[in-house]
């Protein structure tokens, strides 16, 4: 969805077109893909899909009932109305859906939305991270819907849940049994000192690691007090406001008593694990240190030896490289060789799940988004440039590569539309793509064997892969046979080949920590035992040679680093603890039941059925416009696609005016395709005042019609045009002109006005707690402005406006803004500014005129990350307090050019909950035509985000 | 802190919200859309209705031994004769019946008298907490208890609807019990107390040994007339002395127990989270039998001549032998069934949470009838004078007779 929501929202409540100049920036969410949706009617739920996966459709359909009725007997409760699961078969796809208007992240396994109750839910390649999530989300209806009962049996107003910790770590705990990850996340934050007491879990709201401490908490209560406890607080949750009060009643401890008991039980367990284990800072040397990294990569280049790897260091994703050598305790300077989500080529890396490879010649082999779906990319180490980018037809997205040895063929992991994962072969010379694998299994992280003759991947193809267990198995290539090369219940992930071919390292959760660990390999047989190499408190990930050493990704502090181990021959060869690895033939394998349409009435086309999504209405009494009242209502089809927008109220001030003043607007937003549109009709009357001359207030009507268009060229660019014919008849409010001059008044008059305007607009900015940091934004507008009735009114527009954000430091970057505004034409509107948001320290708006221009630049740091305030009642904890020094210059006239007027000074930013920032600036105005400094000080406090 | 109820309603507990907003200048002075769905519903304390004569279920299960016995029949097929709206919703009891006049007890914390034949409200009273138990009626009193009220067993008297005497006892979810011309009830607080009928003065209180989270309870007392039988949260069967309160025995189930208990001949029946039947020796507190319906069992049982009958939270009813728990039979329902079902003469009747009231046939377990309903049923039916009363989660009472044949 591009902007038309926002410029929608402009048009409904401000009819002045030019209070709409702050709000055209914000990166795109385009609907690239065309989907045929189609509905699958199962005895709880309708479960949307689009043909392509029908049949992932119906094994998602058998999860959801299953989980379904696992849930109301833990619930004690079912779900009254038919549940809407909206199924995506990737999350490229899922990113796409409407059913939300924000962006989503690469980390969001799916959503519940409690407005209409819907569930989206994008599927991975895992039929068992499906099962999880499917499950997870319907924690949430039912939640919702059992705490909706409580309270409304009570007779309470249902318009509260437990809190987030609860509700989150309850769906984690009612989804999926206390795993290795989660056992990971907890041992470290008890070994490492961060774990967050419950009476302070505000302290990591909405983070995942609230969410497998919520989990942990209510592991800990079903195991010490009873699983119907749980139950029991939902039960419980109409006796008190505070969830803590609900808390206590129900297991007979207050948030400090129990988090005593519970912290003393995690020291308990987890504290012993240091006699044999170790975290991995204590036992490697670090190869980074800042954001988070993985895929590490190892390449020698012109006699340097280099670790080549996947970093968000500095907020954008990209593909870093470090000495793989480098000498002393602290980490080596990284540098940046692929700049990532800057740009639509590299429109966003995967970066926990995409592996990256250097070829012998020095090819290095990655994934990013790019447009639609992703790309495999190709870039020459030696030239330092870009050398090919190939998308694939049917493909969606792509996960590890691996070259084979003679550099002419890229293995790789995908998902195709339908959801399936399975592996393939690129021959770029060849412009051949073969499919290797084609099942229902989840195919992962192929490596390429030196021989060429095979390809070691994992995959859920084991017997207990329902249950979430993942082998390593060998394909050759030739034949295209599959063998087992491990066989067990556990998970064993990210194979690497030595590069003389004779063993493979590779992770596995044996134990319950994942561990890197070596196979000896002969050919493409197992040699010998599988041997730990690592022994750590936490876990590794993706473990790769690095001329004869190991480096792998590390999880501790809460954080994925990159770590240097010892020698892997050595490791082997005093390794304790080993493995029989059992290699065979993969023939045993399982089957995720479905359910599909039994015919052509419980499997449906989709068709739109528009339903309630807001309504809104209000009587106002307002000493200067009088009272009014009216309503605003809006409706939306299931899938968010189409959405309508009705607005009426009336401003009548005695019953003769009744008729007449009636306001109207209705309004279509179309967002199926990627070109969104919005159209609508309006009538507006009454009073009213110009915001670019707030002194001047006049009556108006008027009625029209509007046409807005958006093309987003890509996430970070897009054309937008709009265009509307309004009627207007205006007339001078009499009695409310004593304070404005005579000869600034608008004259009563009628036109017909027809306006167009188009804009380019960019914006690739990365955003800090305060505003951007990173990246630019600019846009061009260009409108036209006539009044075809009468030619009252006759004027054109140029709006430009450059934004450019320069890195100082992780946190730290100099801003800059530049523009310009210009209005010419008979009727031409006034542009405005003054205030805390652009040209600091005058009266908010108190700088007018039909052209204007700016420039700010300014300096933002930060000061503070969090600080608690302590009261009686609990702690209330205050994030975010972000410093700024800042210049600012500009001026803005009618027809002469005025004065420049500037400021500069220093402010304060605190970020409340992400939504509100308050602003707090000091400084002097420079004035006099940018002569003298003000005398004193200005003071001003007002709220909004950085520009 | 306790909430404070309002007169907010949904019609459904999955209805999409409707945001009621405000402007901000001036003065606010409106209600929007979300005005339609709110109800009034105020209740005056009134009298009482007259009773008349007729068949009579005056406490939770029927009496003292919770047996959920009816022997006057109620044949289906079934009609509505009438529904009634009580302005909220129901804990996990039932009604009462007395001479012609029922009663029930709201979440909300009032009690509604209804005419049994007409459906008319007869008078209500309201208290200071919800009534999750089935009210106590005794001669021309009713007793009931409360949760987060200050005193929590309450009687009234029946005509006036005056209060006769409160006491703090703690909080109280479960039903109390009138056996041997004392009232016995349970609390959260984990104490089972025995109070005089006149004056609620208390004769004796027994204590759970405190454990934190474990140790209250939920589950209705039954009584055999010498000894007081109790569930509880951390899963025990506790017997105590009626006279004295004193514990005669304790058994342990695997899991808490919430429903109520019931008692038969000799035997105590005790329903558990954990999914089992337990069949008690209430001699001696020795487990005799278990079954396992392999689901949480919530609801508590109905207990006939020679067959005990459960519904469990993952569907379906199952009938055991009383005398070594072997399986008579088994019926299927659409969703997990929270609430003890009733045998009344040679049916069983019991509803789900899909909405659906069951007549189940005694002897085969076939299903005979069904009527879906508005909304889950969470309680089990009640059967007097011919009728057949359920309550529904939308907070509807509904009154069912025969069909005419």
């Known amino acids: ?947 | 802190m306790r909430r404070v109820p309002d007169n907010h309603r949904e019609g459904s507990d999955e209805a999409p919200r409707v945001i009621a907003g405000f402007g901000v200048a001036g003065v606010i002075a409106g209600l929007g859309i979300a005005a339609l769905l709110l109800s009034s519903c105020s209740t005056d304390k009134l009298r009482l209705g007259t009773p008349r004569s007729g068949d009579s279920w005056r406490m939770f299960g029927g009496g003292p031994q919770r047996a959920n016995l009816a022997t006057v029949p109620v044949v289906p097929p079934l009609v509505r004769a009438w529904e009634y709206d009580a302005g909220s919703g129901f804990g996990p009891a039932s009604v009462s019946v007395m001479e012609g006049t029922l009663f029930v007890g709201t979440l909300k914390g009032d009690l509604r008298a209804i005419d049994l034949a007409t459906g008319k409200e007869t008078g209500s009273v309201e208290f200071d907490g919800p009534v999750f138990g089935t009210p106590l009626l005794l001669g021309s009193r009713i007793v009931v208890g409360l949760s987060g009220a200050g005193k929590n067993l309450v009687c009234r008297n029946l005509r006036t609807g005056a209060e006769d005497w409160s006491v703090e006892t703690g909080d109280i979810e479960s039903s109390p019990l009138s056996v041997g011309g004392m009232i016995i009830a349970a609390t959260l607080d984990g104490v089972v107390a025995a109070y005089d009928t006149t004056l609620g003065k208390e004769l004796w209180a027994y204590v759970l040994q405190p454990s934190p989270g474990r140790h209250g309870i939920r589950s209705s007392p039954s009584s055999d007339g010498a000894v007081v039988v109790v569930g509880t949260d951390g899963g025990d069967i506790i017997a105590l002395d009626l006279a004295t309160g004193r514990q005669r025995w304790k058994a342990a189930a695997r899991g808490a127990i919430f429903a109520p208990t019931s008692i038969g001949g000799d035997r105590v029946f005790a329903c558990s989270l954990d999914g089992n039947v337990y069949a008690i020796d209430i001699g001696t507190g020795a487990v005799i039998w278990t079954f396992d319906t392999g689901f949480p069992l919530y609801g508590g049982a109905a207990v006939g001549r020679e067959m005990i009958v459960a519904g469990t939270s993952g569907g379906g009813l199952v009938a055991l032998s009383r005398s070594d728990g072997s399986i008579l039979w088994r019926a299927r329902t659409d969703a997990g069934v929270g609430s003890a079902p009733a045998i009344v003469g040679a049916f069983v009747y019991v509803g789900d949470l899909e909405r659906n009231l069951y007549a189940i046939d005694a002897a085969t377990g076939a299903e005979v009838w069904r009527e879906k309903l508005d909304s889950r049923v969470r309680t089990t039916p009640v059967s007097a004078d011919g009728w057949l009363v359920v309550l529904a989660e939308d907070r509807s009472v509904i009154c069912f007779t025969q069909a005419p044949r």
């Open chain 1, 1 to 947: 969805m591009s902007r038309i929501v926002i410029c929608l929202s402009a048009v409904l409540l401000l009819p002045t077109a030019a209070a709409a100049q702050f709000f055209y920036f914000g990166r795109n969410k385009v609907q690239y893909t065309a989907f045929d949706w189609h509905v699958l009617k199962t005895e709880h739920f309708d479960i949307y899909y689009y043909s392509e996966m029908a049949d992932l459709a119906g094994r998602g359909a058998a999860l959801a009932e299953e989980s379904y009725a696992v849930l109301a007997t833990k619930f004690n409760h079912n779900v009254a109305n038919r549940i809407p699961l909206v199924f995506y078969s990737s999350h490229l796809h899922f990113q796409q859906t409407n059913i939300t208007p924000g962006f989503i992240p690469e980390g969001v396994g799916g959503f519940f939305e409690f407005m209409k109750g819907r569930v989206v839910i994008p599927f991975n390649g895992s039929m068992w991270d499906f099962r999880h999530v499917i499950r997870h989300e319907l924690v949430h209806v039912f939640t919702h819907s059992k705490i909706n009962r409580v309270l409304t049996d009570h007779r309470i107003a249902p318009d509260q849940l437990p809190p987030l910790w609860f509700i989150e770590g309850l769906a984690e705990y009612w989804s999926i049994d206390w795993d290795v990850q989660a056992d990971m996340i907890l041992r470290d934050a008890v070994v490492s000192g961060y774990l967050v007491p419950l009476a302070s879990m505000d302290a990591i709201y909405g983070s995942y690691l609230m969410y497998k401490e919520g989990q942990a908490v209510l592991e800990f209560i079903g195991a010490t007090y009873g699983e119907e406890k749980i139950l029991l607080m939902m039960e419980n949750f109409w006796k008190s406001e505070r969830f803590e009060d609900v808390f206590a009643a129900t297991t007979g401890r207050a948030y400090d008593e129990f988090d005593r008991e519970w912290t003393y039980a995690l020291r308990k367990k987890y504290y012993p694990l240091l006699s044999a284990s170790d975290l991995p800072g204590s036992v490697t040397a670090p190869l980074t240190s800042e954001g988070f990294n993985s895929k590490p990569v190892y390449h020698e280049r012109d006699g340097k030896k280099e670790i080549y790897f996947i970093g968000n260091r500095s907020g954008y994703t990209g593909i870093f490289r470090v000495p793989s050598d480098a000498p002393g305790p602290d980490a080596p300077e990284a540098e940046l060789v692929v700049q990532g989500e800057k740009f639509e080529e590299f429109e966003a890396f995967h970066l926990f799940q995409s592996k990256i490879d250097v070829s012998a010649n020095g090819r290095l082999a990655f994934v990013t988004k790019s447009g639609e779906n992703d790309a495999l990319h190709v870039y020459d180490l030696g030239a330092d440039e870009m050398q090919a980018t190939y998308h694939f037809a049917g493909i969606v997205v792509i996960g590890t590569v691996s070259w084979s040895p003679d550099g002419s063929r890229l293995a790789f992991s995908a998902i195709d539309k339908s959801g399936t994962s399975d592996l393939y072969a690129w021959d770029a010379a060849a412009e051949s793509l073969e499919r290797l694998t084609n099942d229902a299994y989840d195919d992962r992280d192929p490596a390429w064997s030196p021989d060429g003759r095979t390809i070691v991947f994992s995959s859920d193809r084991t017997p207990t892969g329902n249950v979430g267990s993942y082998n390593l198995f060998v394909l050759d290539v030739p034949s295209g046979e599959v063998r087992y090369l491990t066989r067990g219940t556990e998970s064993y992930a990210a194979p690497s080949w030595s590069p003389q071919g004779d063993a493979i390292l590779f992770t596995s959760d044996i134990g319950g920590v994942r561990n890197v660990w070596m196979l000896k390999m002969n050919g493409d047989r197992p040699y010998g035992p599988m041997r730990r190499l690592t022994s750590l408190t936490t876990a590794a990930f993706d473990p790769a040679w690095a001329d004869g050493k190991m480096v792998y990704a590390a999880f501790e502090d809460f954080s994925f680093q990159l770590r240097r181990g010892g020698d892997i021959r050595t490791l082997y060869d005093t390794a304790s603890v080993s493995r029989i690895p059992a290699p065979g033939s993969a023939d045993t394998l399982w089957r995720q039941p479905s359910i599909a349409g039994v015919d052509e009435l419980t499997d449906l086309r989709y068709e739109k059925e528009f339903s309630l999504d807001v309504a809104y209405s209000e009587i106002v009494t307002d000493p200067v416009f009088g009272t009014y009242g009216g309503a605003y209502l809006s409706l939306s089809d299931l899938l968010g696609n189409e959405q309508y927008y009705f607005l009426i109220y009336n401003t009548a001030q005695s019953s003769e005016d009744l008729v007449s003043s009636f306001n109207v607007a209705i309004s279509r937003v179309s967002l199926e395709r990627r070109t969104n549109y919005a159209y609508g009709i309006y009538r507006f009357t009454g009073r009213r005042y110009d915001l670019t001359d707030p002194a001047e207030y006049f009556y108006e009507k008027v009625f029209g019609g509007y046409l807005t268009m958006s093309y987003p060229l890509s996430t970070f660019r897009r054309f937008s045009m709009r265009m509307s014919i309004s009627s207007s008849e205006k007339d001078v409010t009499e009695g409310l002109l004593i304070t404005t001059p005579v000869e600034t008044i608008d004259l009563s008059r009628r036109a017909l006005f027809l306006s167009n305007s188009l804009s380019y607009t960019h914006d690739n900015s990365l955003w800090g707690p305060s505003g951007p940091l990173d990246g630019s934004r600019y846009s061009l507008t260009l409108a036209y402005t006539t009044d075809v009735r009468s030619s009252n009114a006759n004027y054109y527009s140029v709006i430009a406006d450059y934004r450019r954000y320069f890195r100082i430091a992780q946190r730290s970057a100099f801003a800059m803004r530049f523009w310009l505004f210009y209005n010419d034409g008979t009727e031409s509107r006034r542009f405005f500014m003054g205030g805390s948001w652009d040209l600091r320290g005058y009266p908010r708006w108190s700088i007018r005129g039909k052209k204007l221009w700016l420039i700010s630049q300014e300096l933002r740091f930060p000061l503070m990350d969090r600080l608690g305030l302590g009261f009686p009642f609990g702690t209330i904890s205050l994030r975010g307090f972000r410093g700024a020094l800042f210049f600012d210059a500009g001026g803005a006239w009618d027809d002469e050019y005025r004065e420049t007027l500037g400021a500069l000074g220093a402010g304060l930013r605190l970020n409340l909950g992400g939504a509100i920032i308050l602003r707090y600036d000091i400084g002097k105005r420079i004035e006099n035509d940018f002569n003298d400094f003000q005398r004193g000080l200005f003071y001003q406090f007002f709220f909004g985000w950085d520009f």
